[in-house]
């Protein structure tokens, strides 16, 4: 997730992973990683998906009263 984020988070959304994996993996595939459609087909190799959803959380947002 690191470096998908690394490339494709332009800030207006967080990435979260659901995978429930809790070890360390490898995977190598070959793509344009500023285009998530690429990136998303890399990853289905390994039957991995990026999907954009909603998730209610919890958050404090603070900003400049000016």
């Known amino acids: ?8 988070n332009d800030g207006t959304m967080p ?3 659901e995978t429930g994996i809790t070890y360390n993996i490898d995977i190598k595939f070959d793509a344009l990683m500023t285009d ?7 990853l289905k ?3 991995l998906d990026l999907i954009k959803s909603t998730k209610i959380m ?3 947002v603070i900003k400049d009263l000016r």
Not at 1 to 8: G, H, W
Not at 36 to 42: A, C, N, S, V
């Open 45 to 47: 190799k390994y039957n």
């Open 58 to 60: 919890k958050v404090m």
């Open 1 to 8: 997730m690191d470096r998908v984020m690394l490339y494709t």
């Open 36 to 42: 998530i459609e690429d990136i998303r087909k890399g």
């Open 15 to 17: 990435f979260f992973d």
